[in-house]
């Protein structure tokens, strides 16, 4: 059994993430997940991030990524305004063509792949916890918002060009 989580927001950006970028061997896959909409949220630390909540309209894309056990640990402990949850893996597109990657890209070429989750897979992902966080709207003003989004969209751009515009579309909230 292989421990994944679906990354929506700055994780992304694994150059940005203590937690995740050592391992250059790991398995992550570009994907669409239905039934979750992000949006920006505001937490009790007073600072903006993205996350996300169930409706059944709505898709949101993101990276599948391969985790440790250790690892997992170490993200629930970063992600102390969000609660892990399992998702179902009938809820995942696996929908870009990594033939159109961005050439830019500093994640080596074996990265990104087309494995397909199976039914013996872990597959997590963080919900905002409603007790320490609300929906809010994104503001261009707040500078610690805005490094967020630096983060989140120079990630995107390493994926491809379509990623990074399904990731602006597929995100509620925009002030």
């Known amino acids: 059994m292989v421990n994944y989580i679906f990354a929506y927001g700055s994780l992304i ?9 050592k391992n250059d061997n790991r398995i992550i896959i570009p994907v669409t997940i239905d039934r979750i909409q ?10 903006t991030y993205l996350g996300i909540k169930h409706d059944d309209k709505s898709k949101t894309n993101g990276l599948i990524i391969e985790v440790s056990n250790e690892e997992l640990i170490k993200l629930d ?7 892990r949850i399992k998702l179902n893996i009938n809820q995942i597109d696996y929908n870009y063509d990594l033939s159109t990657r961005n050439l830019t890209t ?5 990265n990104l792949t087309y494995t397909k989750l199976t039914e013996n897979d872990n597959l997590f ?9 609300y929906y809010s709207i ?7 918002a805005d490094n967020y ?9 390493k994926i491809s060009h379509k990623f990074f515009i399904d990731f602006l579309l597929t995100t509620k909230g925009w002030g």
């Open 138 to 144: 994104y503001n261009k003003l707040n500078k610690q």
């Open 125 to 133: 992902t963080y919900y905002p916890d409603p007790l320490k966080s």
């Open 77 to 83: 402990e970063r992600e102390r305004y969000y609660n």
């Open 13 to 21: 950006n694994m150059k940005y993430s203590k937690e995740l970028y």
């Open 38 to 47: 992000r949006h920006w949220i505001y937490c009790k630390n007073s600072k």
């Open 106 to 110: 500093k994640l080596p070429p074996t």
């Open 149 to 157: 989004l630096t983060i989140c969209l120079s990630g995107c751009l």
